[in-house]
């Protein structure tokens, strides 16, 4: 059963960086046949993917456009997890934001973390 | 970008009844790629069908998805307590497209 873990801050002041965590269970990172994603949720934008990152004989990213200058999502392959870098947020990142796997066989997002509820504040 | 639009808002149901949840696309998901997925208030969604229609192994068969190019259902054949939920429908296309913004089933 392939489970996701996610960590990281809950608060994080304007103009700083957004670090989450994602490690996975019963998964790889470097599967051929899954993406690794990170989505964000807020009563102002709803459900919002935000990028991901597989690989297929190498590492892939996409982003995005609405955070594409400010986000990085690398695998970690020696721990089996992924992570977000979401530089130079404002009080509009704040947010409850998940990881998710996207199964090749669907294109879904089958498999999600708990979520962390991230505060932009001062 | 394609806009999902679902309907309506809300739906105020009693259980045993039947529900049906509406998805419309601003343009054509030639593909059917269309998702949906239930969220419990505190948890993260769980995806229910994919593709329109094929349903996800273990979900109740009271669940089921239909629909294709602009216009998509989702209904609940007879609901369950435990089915009352934010639903959302997804483009889920390669790489991931748009949410629609919910509908809220709330027990009447």
């Known amino acids: 059963q392939v489970q996701l873990q996610q960590s990281g801050p809950g608060l994080v002041k304007p103009s700083q960086t957004l670090s989450l965590t994602c490690a996975i269970s019963g998964d790889s990172v470097s599967s051929n046949s899954a993406a690794w994603s990170w989505i964000r949720q807020s009563p102002s934008r709803g459900l919002e993917w935000l990028g991901r990152?597989?690989?297929?004989?190498?590492?892939?990213?996409e982003y995005a456009v609405s955070v594409k200058s400010r986000i990085s999502i690398n695998p970690d392959t020696s721990k089996n997890q992924f992570s977000l870098q979401l530089n130079s947020v404002t009080l509009e990142d704040t947010a409850v934001y998940f990881c998710?796997?996207?199964?090749?066989?669907?294109?879904?997002?089958?498999?999600w973390g708990q979520g962390t509820t991230v505060t932009v504040s001062s | 970008e394609i806009v999902l639009t679902q309907s309506p808002g809300t739906l105020s149901l009693s259980p045993g009844e039947r529900a049906t949840l509406s998805c419309r696309a601003s343009q054509s998901i030639t593909t059917n790629y269309l998702a949906w997925y239930q969220q419990k208030p505190g948890q993260a969604p769980r995806l229910l069908i994919y593709?329109?229609?094929t349903r996800v192994t273990g979900i109740p068969d009271r669940f089921s998805g239909s629909g294709s190019g602009t216009d998509f259902t989702l209904t609940i054949s007879r609901l369950e307590p435990e089915d009352f939920a934010v639903y959302f429908c997804q483009e889920h296309r390669n790489p991931p497209g748009t949410f629609g913004q919910g509908t809220k089933l709330e027990i009447k």
């Open positions: 998710a796997r996207i199964f090749y066989g669907s294109f879904a997002m089958d498999v």
């Open positions: 593709g329109a229609s």
């Open positions: 990152t597989y690989y297929r004989s190498k590492w892939y990213r």
